[in-house]
């Protein structure tokens, strides 16, 4: 077993070890002091590793070195003194222990007098944490010997009262020393909260400690000169204020009527009082954050009680009303930093309300997706809640967010609507915002009372005809609100505009997914919106700040929307679905004729262009019957070239009809089961050459491609695709002679239509002829030969890179030559 030496045995042990320690301490120091001497005399310094290596080591200066041994000093006698207390206190009787108690701590807070007075500062600290160390030590001690069937809170308390006392006192009659009172200002922090724990007190017993406590710290910290403290006590109040506004905030929160969150509210008027006093007297950033906190404070004592006694789903509405009642008070001579703070409260309770609130905007905005899945299946059942597909919601526990969002609209709205005089009101303490600044107050304004009005029906419980009609009529107020805002011309509307184009858009998408339930509706829902787009392209095209862009969006918002009711016409007349793409081809052909009104204006390439896609769609529909497809084309085919008769669109709008017309006729050919293709395209190649011919002739700059290119489209791409299918070898033989006198004849002539068809052709028509014997001379060659012979190809090409580079160049200026 392990022999334990009785306590004096061991302390007289322990005593020996410390002397040996001190000599021996004692011993290094001197022979340091020697070898620092030895090596000034003989020039070098001592090294050791610096910053950047290892570099020529500083002594330590003296006040460092003081310093070291000062800590290491005071670390020695904290030792001894815990060690003294917790382990040899008990062997002492009660004279023993008073003597030792005395002699110790009075010689500690004597001893740095005598050391002040010498200069002696640093030493003096030293000392000082000791005894302070000491006479914690003292008090638990006192407890122990006398006290220990006390309540241990309540004796806590008490002597961390006398100890803020005794460190005050000590430190206020030695001026000179830094400790005392920062430390008095922590002990300071302990009696009234261990006071209410130990008489069992409630949240609202240590949040009233707390908040007197803040106060306390408060005083400290305006009335105080010391930076020292002035820092420990804006700490200390920083903690102890913000934890004693939570316990009332959290009772207020959850009183269970009006009379149980008075004490709270009283609580947290109280904290609100605190910290407008302190941030009169306090720099800028401590008296806005003061603001801050008074504002929420102030806001969470008057709203929690109306709060109280509304029901569940509306108590955020009194804390908005208190948030806006609160901006009357920037008025008060309460300072510039701290008005911000409490308009910046004000910010907080509104966005916090407005967060809480924009769960069912959610849901209802992104509701009319389902609408996809369940086109024309009739109006879905649990109203304007069934349609968006939140009938599951918790509608009572939300039915404020509407009122929310309107009055915080609102409210935007105005200062919106009276910014100027807004500014001249609140010019005294407040610093005046810049247009962006309005701008944002609208779009914000603009944003909420979309959604709040978005919400309404569904939160009302409203038939789905007042939820589709209600999306229809947010739609047109906004774009309504664009064409205004851009007619007034004033200051921060930009922003606004923009805002309600893009609420009106949202509101658009989603009048036109509800509309899809009912035939009668999607006919109304999209009769109407491209009425309302139209009218919106043409308010938008008489006011000069509208940007081209925003004009060009609406003109093809309008197509878009025409092209669904075009679609549903086939649907309602009994169509089948690639009958229903001739319905829709009357899109493309409204656009052809708008554009030729329309003719240099900025919009009309986009709506030409949107009309061309309409044209996609109806191509799409008729891609399942074949025959039907090739009338399509040839309709879209007659649509291209009506365009191309108009100069500025003559050249892609040509292209386009004879890509079209080409394509009816190959489909239409490959319908037709023929064999034989020439047979029907050279009779449209020979005519079509001819007119090529002409044209030429009366005009040599006009395009070998707009010359020749259709008329021999026609007849070689239908060749070439039934050469590759044909087993036979005539007709790739014939297809080939053609197209090498095709290609020929444009080498020779310079015309590049020519040259490149006929090239195409006749390279496609090779590969068709030699691929059969290109694998059989693969099969019969070993495998690395493959590799090998492309490694060597691209070993020869980059080799000779810069002269293939240079030929490929002259190639393309060749062709680009030809006409």
């Known amino acids: 077993m392990e022999h334990v030496p009785p306590p004096a045995e061991e302390l007289a042990l322990l005593d020996s070890e410390l002397a040996r320690l001190d000599a021996r301490r004692a011993q290094l120091l001197t022979r340091r002091a020697w070898l620092l001497r030895a090596l000034e005399a003989t020039g070098p310094a001592p090294w050791g590793p610096g910053p950047g290596g290892f570099a020529p080591a500083r002594p330590a200066s003296k006040r460092s070195v003081q310093n070291v041994l000062l800590v290491l000093g005071g670390l020695l006698l904290a030792v001894a003194a815990l060690a003294f207390t917790l382990v040899s206190w008990g062997d002492l009787g009660i004279g023993g222990r008073s003597a030792a108690l005395t002699a110790v701590t009075a010689g500690a807070l004597a001893a740095p007098v005598a050391l002040l007075r010498r200069g002696l500062a640093a030493t003096a600290e030293a000392l000082v944490a000791v005894a302070s160390l000491l006479m914690v030590l003292d008090a638990y001690a006192v407890y122990v010997a006398a006290l220990l069937g006390t309540n241990g809170a309540a004796y806590a308390g008490t002597a961390a009262a006398v100890l803020a006392l005794l460190w005050t006192a000590y430190g206020l009659l030695l001026g000179k020393l830094r400790l005392p009172l920062p430390l008095a200002v922590v002990a300071a922090q302990l009696p009234l909260v261990l006071w209410v724990w130990a008489a069992d007190g409630g949240p609202l017993w240590f949040s009233g400690a707390l908040l007197v406590t803040a106060a306390l710290d408060g005083a400290v910290a305006l009335t105080v000169g010391g930076t020292s403290v002035r820092v420990m006590a804006c700490v200390a109040l920083c903690a102890t204020g913000g934890t004693g506004l939570l316990p009332a905030l959290a009772e207020s929160l959850t009183a269970a009527g009006p009379a149980g969150a008075v004490v709270p509210g009283a609580l947290l008027l109280a904290g609100a009082v605190l910290a407008l006093a302190g941030a009169r007297r306090a720099p800028v950033a401590f008296a806005t954050a003061g603001g801050v906190v008074a504002g929420l404070a102030a806001v969470a004592a008057v709203g929690g009680v109306f709060a109280a006694g509304v029901p569940d789903g509306w108590r955020v509405l009194p804390y908005v009303l208190c948030a806006g009642a609160l901006l009357f008070s920037v008025r008060a001579p309460l300072g510039v930093a701290a008005a911000r703070g409490l308009g910046w409260a004000s910010a907080v309770v509104a966005a916090g309300a407005v967060l809480v609130s924009l769960a069912p905007v959610t849901v209802v905005a992104a509701g009319p997706v389902t609408r996809l899945g369940a086109v024309w299946s009739g109006a879905p059942r649990g109203g304007a809640r069934g349609a968006v597909g939140a009938t599951d919601l918790p509608w009572d526990a939300m039915a404020s967010a509407p009122a929310v969002l309107l009055l915080v609209a609102v409210a935007l709205g105005a200062a919106y609507r009276w910014w100027e005089g807004l500014i001249r009101w609140a010019a005294g303490p407040v610093p005046a915002p810049g247009p962006v600044w309005r701008g944002a107050v609208g779009s914000a304004a603009v944003v909420l009372g979309w959604a709040g009005l978005m919400v309404l029906p569904a939160a009302l419980d409203l038939s789905f005809a007042a939820a589709q009609a209600g999306q229809l009529v947010l739609a047109v107020a906004a774009f309504g609100l664009v064409v205004a805002g851009l007619r007034a011309g004033a200051r921060g509307v930009a922003v606004t505009a923009g805002a309600a184009g893009a609420v009106g858009a949202a509101g658009a998408v989603g009048a036109a997914l509800l509309s899809l339930a009912t035939e009668a509706a999607t006919y109304t829902a999209f009769g109407l919106l491209v009425v309302v ?287």
């Open 533 to 819: 787009f139209v009218a919106l392209a043409v308010a938008l095209d008489r006011e000069e700040g509208a940007a081209p862009v925003v004009v060009s969006a609406a003109a093809c918002a309008a197509v878009v929307c025409a092209v669904v009711p075009m679609a549903a016409l086939g649907a309602s007349l009994g169509f089948a679905a690639h009958e229903a793409a001739l319905p829709v081809l009357v899109v493309p052909a409204a656009t052809v004729l708008a554009g030729a009104r329309l003719k240099g204006h900025p919009v009309a390439v986009p709506v030409e262009v949107s009309g061309a896609a309409a044209g996609g769609v109806a191509v799409a529909l008729a891609a399942g019957d074949a025959r039907f497809l090739a009338l399509v084309l040839a309709l879209c085919g007659v649509l291209a070239a009506g365009t191309a008769l108009r100069p500025e669109r003559r050249v892609c709008a040509g292209y386009l009809a004879t890509a079209l017309f080409v394509s009816a006729a190959w489909v239409r050919l490959a319908v037709s089961g023929v064999s034989a293709p020439e047979a029907y395209t050279l009779p449209v190649t020979v005519p079509a050459l001819v007119v090529g011919v002409l044209r030429r002739r009366r005009d040599p700059s006009a395009s070998s491609w707009m010359a020749y290119g259709a008329g021999l489209a026609v007849t070689l791409v239908p060749s070439l695709g039934a050469a590759w299918t044909d087993p036979h070898w005539a007709r790739p033989l014939l297809l080939g002679v053609a197209a090498l006198a095709i290609t020929l004849a444009g080498a020779r002539l310079r015309l590049q239509a020519l040259l490149v068809l006929g090239g195409a052709v006749l390279a496609l028509d090779a590969l068709h002829e030699l691929a059969p014997y290109v694998v059989q001379v693969a099969g019969a060659l070993p495998r690395w030969v493959v590799p090998a012979l492309a490694g060597l190809l691209l070993l020869a090409v980059g080799a000779t890179y810069e002269k293939r580079l240079r030929d490929a160049r002259r190639l393309k200026e060749a062709l680009g030559r030809m006409r």
